[in-house]
């Protein structure tokens, strides 16, 4: 028994969570080691008959480029859960302004594509900042130069608007019982938020948060498309240099379901680590 | 000259000076591939989750497999190889039956690519919702003797879709949003007519938040339609506090 609400429907059926991953014994049914036989005979086809001397030469690139996909994994993710937690607090109990301001601010980012919001800050904000001397001649020009920083702002701010609906719902579903008890231990609104209230939300939110940073890994490779190289840019690389269309693709779904197993068996090992009551 | 290329509103003008019109044909694009690529989602989908639920242990492996990868590899490398491998293999099936080459529209193309990675995600709504059906209803519907086909279509489908209307809303409106990474592959979608059109009177600010609010105005409806279908799919549930 947990008490954790379930993930979201839809994060759900778009994303891998630590519920649907196979137990080892699942693999040993008769079908199954059929299948899984006539699979790696196919694996095997696709490693002979296929093209892959170009692998060596660009196994660094790959590497690092694996490197900068996982950064911005996690920094977009723990920047853009710090900025959802006022964005839920205050569509949850703060005054009328502040609330449209970020019920409004959730309404237009889940509203647009990420990729249309990624170019417009790329191109638009990037045309823009060095009309203004200003900004040319502050200590953020070397990175507002750059691209990455641009990448960054724009995931970390649809997560935030993603999660900052989550939280909205998980602030709200905290039973007001746990929070009049808090109050009548004489727990002062900050201390009850930080102890009680915080805590609870995230408790209940985990497994839609844990759907959501798969998601968001599921979005990292768009950064490609401002010059960030990340793998998906690296394998694009590959792709120009050598013409080769299926191969370097193949490998790259693979590197993405490699990270998101990971992802998932992490979250898995995290989930089971928090207490529930009865279990 | 900044403030200038701001407010330089004759650039949106309908008329071939201004851009409004490419953008309109491409928002155009946008929704006929999203309409498209959600009706193909939806077949698939309700294959997919009968499937999963009623199949056999090969049918049931081979579905968990496609739902499985759908959901962990990024929607933009999914287009990418769909889009390159889905045509090529067309045309290599096409040659070895003796037609010839097609060309085939990105149209089609794009519908195609959507749907597949859109048939993953209905599959996983769809299969929750047919759970939440109580399964004495079904089991009624069998004992009356009825056919499996028409237990689908009189009972399952029916019974479930209050259930499945929240999670197939959001796909829609997944569906419209992804229809921006066909810009990637040069499918002349709101988004790539958008980029083109700023590039080329370098007012990037004023094309990109006028195809935002293209995209927030299509979500913004599509919720009015979502919640008259909710209420409408909802009548005689108990309402929850």
């Known amino acids: ?279 | 000259m900044a403030v200038d290329s701001f407010i330089n509103w004759g650039l949106l003008a309908l008329e071939p000076p201004g851009w409004g019109g490419v953008l309109l044909r491409g928002l155009l694009n946008s929704i006929q591939i999203a309409i498209g690529g959600y009706a193909f989602g939806l077949a698939l989908g309700v294959c997919g989750a009968f499937g999963k639920l009623y199949g056999g242990p090969i049918l049931r492996d081979l579905m968990e497999c496609y739902t499985t990868i759908v959901r962990a590899v990024p929607e933009l490398v999914l287009i990418l190889l769909l889009y390159y491998a889905g045509t090529d293999a067309l045309n290599h099936v096409l040659n070895l039956v003796g037609i010839g080459t097609v060309d085939i529209s990105g149209l089609a193309a794009g519908i195609f690519v959507i749907g597949v990675v859109q048939g993953a995600y209905s599959t996983e709504v769809l299969r929750g919702a047919i759970k939440a059906v109580p399964a004495g209803q079904i089991e009624a519907a069998r004992a009356y003797g009825m056919s499996p086909f028409k237990v689908m279509t009189r009972v399952t489908l029916p019974a479930m879709l209050p259930y499945a209307i929240p999670g197939l809303s959001n796909l829609w409106l997944i569906a419209t949003k992804d229809t921006a990474l066909l810009a990637v592959v040069g499918f002349s979608e709101l988004t790539l007519v958008t980029r083109q059109a700023a590039g080329a009177t370098k007012a990037y600010v004023l094309f990109f938040c006028a195809a935002g609010a293209l995209y927030l105005a299509l979500t913004l409806v599509s919720n009015v339609f979502i919640k008259i279908i909710e209420r409408h799919s909802r009548r005689g549930f108990v309402e929850q506090a």
């Open chain 1, 1 to 279: 028994m947990t008490d954790a609400t379930p993930p979201d429907v839809t994060t759900h059926a778009m994303a891998i969570l630590p519920e649907d991953l196979p137990t080892a014994g699942s693999f040993f049914k008769p079908h199954r080691i059929v299948l899984l036989l006539i699979a790696a005979a196919l694996v095997f086809c696709v490693v002979w008959f296929m093209r892959w001397d170009w692998l060596p030469q660009y196994l660094p690139r790959l590497g690092h480029g694996i490197v900068v996909t996982l950064a911005m994994l996690f920094s977009t993710s723990i920047l853009g859960f710090l900025l959802a937690v006022p964005l839920g607090l205050v569509q949850v109990t703060g005054p009328w302004p502040l609330k449209t301001l970020a019920s409004g601010f959730c309404t237009i980012i889940r509203g647009t594509p990420l990729l249309l919001q990624l170019w417009l800050l790329y191109y638009g904000l990037g045309s823009l900042f060095p009309q203004f001397p200003a900004i040319r001649h502050s200590f953020l020009w070397p990175y507002l130069r750059e691209s990455w920083p641009y990448g960054v702002a724009a995931l970390t701010i649809s997560f935030a608007a993603y999660e900052g609906e989550v939280m909205r719902g998980a602030f709200a579903g905290v039973p007001s019982g746990e929070l009049e008890a808090a109050r009548a231990y004489g727990m002062s609104r900050w201390t009850l938020f930080r102890r009680i209230w915080l805590p609870r939300a995230i408790h209940r939110a985990l497994p839609t948060l844990n759907g959501e940073t798969v998601l968001q890994l599921k979005a990292t490779p768009l950064v490609a498309t401002i010059t960030v190289i990340d793998v998906y840019a690296v394998i694009s690389k590959v792709r120009q240099d050598t013409y080769i269309t299926y191969e370097p693709l193949l490998l790259l779904a693979l590197i993405y379901m490699c990270l998101t197993g990971i992802l998932v068996v992490a979250f898995r090992h995290l989930e089971n680590r928090i207490p529930t009551r009865g279990a």
